[in-house]
């Protein structure tokens, strides 16, 4: 394993010495290119464990563990420091964060998490104050066209969202099947009709409605019956990938706690019974999200939320309406979207029978964001889910009542 210093411009290698260094690290893949930014006040510690995690097959990153695991050569994996910072714990989580976004290291490189202060494992004041450098806003944006467009099968609104989320600054995706099946949290399998196979054939319908420039053959590497671990390059279409309006927004965090949602989800209990997590995909609950997202009212003049019938939603969308039930229960206890069921409406329909109107639910967003005065994107204090959805509950009702 290769120890460098990188001071003032000189590269100092070291070997086995006695030095404690406290600041931010990166580790390189060779082979690839892809980095890890780290943070530590012991940093030649840290080189270990990073080490004897990978070798025990049990590190955080799983992206790393898995490129790793293809030849277990550590001699692959460059380990520098970069800059040592002898200051507070937030300044060096600033600083970290800093090289996570310079190097791009979440989205293109191994670093799990897009921000270098997690509150899962640092208290919450100090993820506060630390959160002040670190844009919370970042996401994916899903065309309607995509949402709605059933022909490119149900695995549509995760394939884009990987697109996005792995797009260079130049406008490139650099991916392999193997890659993106991990990335989603699935097992590559090359057979006939299994998930490789799905998935190039979304990349590839993709590619006859333009959403790229240029683009290896999908079909071809269909044929090839490998998973291959070989990288490809996608050139994507600005203009249908920027577009100003008419889309579904997807937040980092929420695209990373649906990715993980088997974990997320384990052993939850909603009224005294456990989730229902046989055949789920995420690439399911992004469809639905992408759906519901992008038919929120965001006119404040009106509920900030939507209503749909199940039975409107599968039209649209091609989900059948028991899973849709499934996904909603999930999406509200993942405190992603929140729902609720209106009052069944008793109407006559003959002297002496009476029946019921079908009601819609009526959806909202958990958190909400706004602009401050500079134009920064910031979680809206004053929104409130609960005030949201009560209004356009009681629209609802007073319609229905006038029929």
Not at 21 to 38: A, Q
Not at 66 to 88: A, P, T
Not at 225 to 233: E, H, I, P, R
Request: hydrophobic share 35%; aromatic share 12%; with cysteine.
């Amino acid at each position: 394993m290769n120890f460098i210093h990188l001071r003032v411009g000189i590269i100092v290698l070291s070997k086995g010495e006695n030095t404690i260094s406290k600041g931010i690290y990166k580790i390189t893949n060779t082979k690839n290119g892809k980095v890890y930014i780290g943070s530590s006040s012991n940093i030649e510690r840290r080189f270990t464990e990073h080490k004897r995690e990978l070798f025990e097959d049990k590190h955080h990153s799983y992206k790393m563990q898995r490129d790793f695991n293809i030849d277990k050569n550590m001699d692959n994996f460059l380990f520098e420091i970069i800059e040592e910072i002898d200051d507070s714990k937030i300044e060096l989580f600033r600083k970290e964060q800093f090289y996570i976004d310079k190097y791009d290291a979440f989205n293109c490189g191994y670093n799990c998490c897009e921000y270098s202060v997690n509150p899962k494992y640092v208290g919450n004041r100090m993820a506060s104050v630390c959160s002040k450098t670190i844009n919370v806003t970042k996401f994916v944006k899903i065309p309607r066209e995509i949402i709605c467009n059933k022909e490119l099968g149900d695995k549509r609104a995760i394939i884009f969202s990987y697109l996005c989320s792995r797009r260079a600054l130049d406008d490139t995706v650099a991916f392999s099947i193997s890659e993106l099946c991990h990335w989603s949290h699935l097992k590559p399998n090359y057979h006939d009709g299994k998930i490789n196979h799905k998935y190039l054939e979304v990349l590839e319908l993709l590619s006859h409605y333009d959403y790229f420039k240029s683009y290896p053959d999908f079909e071809k590497l269909a044929k090839e019956k490998k998973n291959s671990t070989d990288y490809y390059n996608i050139k994507i279409n600005t203009e249908k990938f920027d577009i100003p309006d008419n889309f579904g927004i997807i937040y980092f965090d929420e695209l990373e706690k649906i990715l993980n949602f088997k974990q997320e989800l384990k052993g939850v209990k909603v009224d005294g019974e456990e989730i229902d997590l046989l055949r789920m995909s995420s690439a399911y609950i992004l469809l639905l999200l992408s759906y519901l997202r992008v038919n929120m009212n965001r006119n404040a003049d009106k509920p900030l939320c939507c209503y749909r019938l199940y039975q409107k939603i599968t039209e649209d969308i091609g989900l059948s309406e028991r899973y849709i039930t499934r996904i909603v229960e999930m999406l509200d206890v993942m405190d992603i979207i929140k729902y609720q069921e209106g009052k069944r409406i008793r109407y006559k329909k003959e002297e002496d029978k009476y029946g019921f109107l079908t009601t819609p639910k009526v959806f909202a967003d958990y958190k909400r964001f706004t602009k401050d005065e500079k134009g920064n994107q910031i979680l809206d204090v004053n929104y409130n889910f609960v005030n949201e959805i009560q209004k356009q509950l009681e629209i609802l009702e007073t319609n229905q009542k006038q029929m």
